[in-house]
């Protein structure tokens, strides 16, 4: 079997694999759903159960969407702008005569990011509620809930309501509409209608009849002094109803004094030219932005001649506000339930860990899902793109910290990264395991054949690259130290790398540079390059960030009760590593199960139990051993 056939074979597995993404629970505490803004559509509606219906706040049965139609069909939300989606609950209509045994959602691209486990029952509750938590965030102007199989005596598909909410990143869970009813006062407009002040806009209710509105055409303005500086992280826009008013441009300033000159921009709308009955916007800033006061301004109408809005929510957290006691704790147990009501946090570049509520007990990390970006230490790597990572606490008392507890269940927390998705052009490229981390850039690197080290630590890594280029490109790769041109591929050494022993980085721009802590990290770079290439013929610019996700990745071949010439195991033991496997068990003794076993190891001292058999010589063996341990 050539080590190209296999190479086809696992990266086509890749791509199934890492297609779907991980679902948790708990979903949309302290935000706001953005499911209320989009344009719905589906594939068929009854009459009286339209698909706007899945998307109005209201989970009961009399406002749910029904196709009254079979299966396979779909729901689809659509936003006036990119937003970066990280969290679903659907909540399926409440009929057991019609359950939904396979789904799947769709980005705007067509591409699965989420594929549901079967249902061949409704055991979760009436009505099923499903909750949808993506490891990866995806940014998106679409989401589309496909539908594909039902187990029905009656031909329907119903969803009482579809919430989607953007990625928790910057979003803390006990956010509250700051703007929320602080007294006439406290709002200010460039104009209004005496019957629809300012105030209407900041009082909780989004109906039509509790508006402000200028009577007067763009541009204009209503702002609202939020009473001291306040942590604002998200903001919803409830414009008037009626598609005869169109807001086109549209952006929001804040102030610490509220004078003239004081306002800085924090957020400009992409241009809206098509009406819509209903329009909700919905606002996640990139990071917290801390102010007093804050102005929504309508610098143009695409229809109409009065700016209004129905309502303004201004939603974030008051610092200076009181800080939620922790209950004291007596024991190990007492403070384990302390720091597990509270996620982390991050403050620069530490993860901080919830209080124990003694000075008796401490508390660490136990462990996390990805310490190439949360260390021990709690020290915090940026990804480049936000990142969901499953922490799990351990608490401990001070006074002997061998005396310990830890959690089964994980904290989530989403760190920020350098880059958010939309910025990313070319496409992540499959390789086997999947990069851990991506940004596309654009264009190509061209290979110039020339392998260049920056010391001579990797010269032996360095000539086995070249051989996996040899063998699966038919690229004559050259050698050599010095400083890389245009088209080289550069591997240096950095002990400081946080991306542990077997991790690496690429930058690949006119030089691909490739930066290891060891000739480990370094040799799986040169893996995942030969892979690109045999795939692709070149290679996308971009930044990787790649680090094994399992410190033990093996694989076992029972040699002892089906014969394998020593020959195929090399060569299998070849394949393992270079698909980044770096442990190999080789079951070379055994005298029981199903099949005959055998000693498939030449015994001097006990030739007896090699007799019948076909075995390995000792000193085969211990080169082959040899080998595969230089193969690593």
Sequence with gaps: MSLKRILAFLICVSMIVTGTPIAFAAVGEGKVNIGLEATASAYAEWKDNPASFAFDGDKSYNKRWASEAGAPGYLKATFFSEKN????????EENDNCIIKDYHIEDAAGNTIYTAATVTENTIGKPRIDEILLDNPVATTEIKLCIDEIIAGYQSIGVQEFEIYEASSVLPDNMKNLALNLGDGAYLASAAYPTMPAKMAFDGDIGLNSRWSTEADAPGWIQANLGGKKDIYQMRIVWEYWDAVVVKNYHIEVSDTGVDGSWRTIYTAPVVETPEEGRKDVITLPSKVTAQYIKLVVDELARGNNVSAQEFEVFGLDPSGPVEPVDPANNLQEALTNVMKKAPTISGSKLILPETGSDKFGV??????????IADDLTITKPLQDMTINVFYEVYEIADDTKTLHSNDPKTIVVKGTYT?????????NVVPGLREWKGNEGDFSFSGSLVIGSEKLRETADMVANYLNDMVDIQATVKKGTPGAGDIFFKLDKSSTVGAEGYTMDIADILTVVSPTAKGALYAGSSITQILYQYGSIPKGLVRDYPQYEIRSVMLDVARLYTPLPYLEEVTRYASFF???EMHVHINDSDGE????FRVESKRFPKINQGIITY???DYRKYQKDAKNTE
């Design 364 to 373: 660490r990390l136990f462990g996390c899902s990805n310490k190439a970006v």
């Design 595 to 598: 099949q005959e076993g055998a």
């Design 421 to 429: 998705p939309a910025s990313s052009i070319n496409e992540k490229p």
């Design 580 to 582: 980044k496997i770096n």
């Design 617 to 619: 010589s000792q000193d």
């Design 85 to 92: 989606i990280g969290e679903f609950r659907i909540t399926w």
